[in-house]
């Protein structure tokens, strides 16, 4: 599937939609100062997965999603002001705030980088899809804070 971000070999480095490369994680982590576990903490992720994707231990698709890279960058921001009481992402509240966005499938897929599939698994009951993952979530309502 050539249309996702993780498996594009068109994408250029400094395009929010590239897969961020190792040594650009491990420097946009040093930059901000930060360990490796509080690096991990503000994605929401294991230290062992922020270190796969420092190492660039790509085995098994453990790559760093664009999205979750673009959520550390704005999080490492002075100015940056993280959401007040999230709901849980469940598959409810995410079509929920989807529609209340005005947005298709396909542009709110496009916001988070990710496939309109993959969104549509987040918001329907019992497809057997993964949950939405928290840093996507956050993500989601940081670049619409301003449209609600």
Same mark, same amino acid.
């Given at each position: ?23 650009? @994680? ?7 100062? #930060? +360990?490796?576990?509080?690096?991990? %903490? ?5 230290? @062992? ?21 673009? #959520? ?13 009481? #999230?709901?849980?992402? %469940? ?7 989807? $529609? ?16 309109? +599939? ?6 329907? $009951? ?7 993952? #928290? ?14």
């Amino acid at each position: 599937m050539v249309n996702h971000p993780n498996r594009s070999r068109k994408k250029k480095a400094d395009d929010d939609a590239a897969t961020p490369d190792p040594a650009a @994680i491990k420097a946009a982590r040093i930059d901000a100062d #930060l +360990s490796q576990t509080a690096a991990a %903490a503000l994605v929401y992720s294991p230290l @062992i997965t922020w270190q796969k994707w420092e190492q660039g231990q790509a085995n098994g698709g453990n790559r760093m999603h664009p999205a979750f890279f673009k #959520l550390f960058k704005l999080k490492v921001r002075p100015d940056y002001v993280a959401p007040v009481d #999230l709901p849980k992402p %469940a598959p409810a509240t995410i079509l929920a705030k989807r $529609e209340s966005l005005g947005l298709t499938r396909k542009e709110a897929a496009a916001l988070l980088m990710v496939t309109e +599939s993959g969104w549509q698994r987040w918001e329907t $009951e019992g497809t057997g899809g993964r949950p939405m993952h #928290l840093a996507f979530w956050e993500l989601l309502h940081v670049l619409t804070r301003d449209k609600t």
